[in-house]
């Protein structure tokens, strides 16, 4: 069987990650594991003398331990795995979920899952006290974004978004076409070619324009192959990153 790993922190948005996780898991009839990440550095540093927590309504003081953030971490950790445990068992998806010290880079790097969907952190300097409201992210539109740049990969990651949106259902898919791709007319016309019924294509020209789409339709998942990280010195990733998008990588093809 399959393998969908879900690499999350205590600040990843699980609102929007779970719903795309179990998606995928379902269409892929895959398993589904989680993996949290504890963040050592937010505990090492409650240790510190100098450390304190401030309300963030009322912007009083309060005395903090490395225990006491420690203890909080692993609450979230013991709700974030209920909530994967309620939506695995309702859709009969096979899931597990494991805790470690590695970052989520690290995770997503050094997995060999087949597909992997990140759960950017908010930020690793949030208090602890609204660790809960940080993970919270304006809620996604019912749309499958695809990044189609003219390779090989393109192809496969936009087969496999077909068929998560026909699946659902409910899902448009979209796909935005890197301007960088499309060489010569001959080109254009073969990339719009494979546009089917119900697919949406929007041209972008830089990475700016694609920043400003991913702003603007905010989808529910956007699909990348792990090839076209690489071929674009991670410029895609840069962006998906820096909006917080629900994203999957997906591996090579075999």
Same mark, same amino acid.
């Given at each position: 069987m399959s393998r969908i790993l879900l690499a999350i922190d205590a600040f990843s948005p699980l609102d929007q990650l779970l719903p795309a996780a179990i998606l995928l898991a379902s269409r892929q009839h895959a398993e589904l594991l989680a993996v949290f990440s504890q963040d050592?550095?937010?505990?090492? /540093?409650? @240790?510190?003398?100098? $450390?304190?927590?401030?309300?963030?309504?009322? +912007?009083?003081?309060?005395?903090? /331990?490395?225990?006491?953030?420690?203890?909080?971490?692993?609450?979230?950790?013991?709700?974030?795995?209920?909530? *994967?445990?309620? @939506?695995?068992?309702r859709q009969q998806i096979p =899931?597990? #979920?494991?805790?470690? #010290?590695?970052?989520?880079?690290? !995770? $997503?790097?050094? $997995?060999?899952?087949?597909?992997?969907?990140?759960?950017?952190s908010?930020?690793? =300097?949030?208090?602890?006290?609204? &660790?809960?409201?940080?993970?919270r992210r304006t809620s996604t539109n019912p749309v499958i974004l695809v990044i189609d740049d003219g390779l090989p990969c393109s192809a496969h990651v936009i087969e496999v978004a077909r068929g998560l949106a026909? +699946?659902?259902?409910? &899902?448009?898919? !979209?796909?935005?076409g890197l301007?960088? @791709? #499309?060489?010569s007319g001959s080109d254009r016309q073969r990339m719009s070619a494979h546009v089917r019924k119900g697919e949406i294509r929007i041209p972008v020209a830089s990475m700016g324009q694609l920043i400003r789409q991913l702003q603007l339709l905010c989808p529910t998942? $956007? *699909?990348?192959g792990r090839e076209q990280l690489a071929a674009t010195d991670n410029q895609i990733?840069? +962006?998906?990153?820096?909006?917080?998008?629900?994203l999957a990588l997906l591996g090579r093809m075999h």
């Amino acid at each position: 069987m399959s393998r969908i790993l879900l690499a999350i922190d205590a600040f990843s948005p699980l609102d929007q990650l779970l719903p795309a996780a179990i998606l995928l898991a379902s269409r892929q009839h895959a398993e589904l594991l989680a993996v949290f990440s504890q963040d050592n550095s937010l505990i090492r /540093s409650a @240790a510190l003398l100098c $450390t304190q927590e401030i309300g963030a309504n009322s +912007a009083i003081r309060y005395p903090v /331990s490395s225990t006491s953030i420690e203890k909080r971490v692993q609450r979230i950790a013991d709700g974030m795995r209920q909530r *994967l445990s309620t @939506a695995a068992d309702r859709q009969q998806i096979p =899931w597990g #979920f494991q805790q470690c #010290f590695s970052s989520i880079s690290q !995770i $997503t790097t050094e $997995t060999d899952a087949e597909i992997v969907i990140p759960g950017w952190s908010v930020s690793p =300097w949030v208090g602890p006290e609204s &660790l809960h409201r940080t993970s919270r992210r304006t809620s996604t539109n019912p749309v499958i974004l695809v990044i189609d740049d003219g390779l090989p990969c393109s192809a496969h990651v936009i087969e496999v978004a077909r068929g998560l949106a026909g +699946a659902s259902g409910k &899902l448009q898919l !979209i796909i935005l076409g890197l301007h960088a @791709a #499309f060489k010569s007319g001959s080109d254009r016309q073969r990339m719009s070619a494979h546009v089917r019924k119900g697919e949406i294509r929007i041209p972008v020209a830089s990475m700016g324009q694609l920043i400003r789409q991913l702003q603007l339709l905010c989808p529910t998942l $956007t *699909l990348v192959g792990r090839e076209q990280l690489a071929a674009t010195d991670n410029q895609i990733h840069k +962006a998906l990153r820096s909006i917080k998008c629900p994203l999957a990588l997906l591996g090579r093809m075999h």
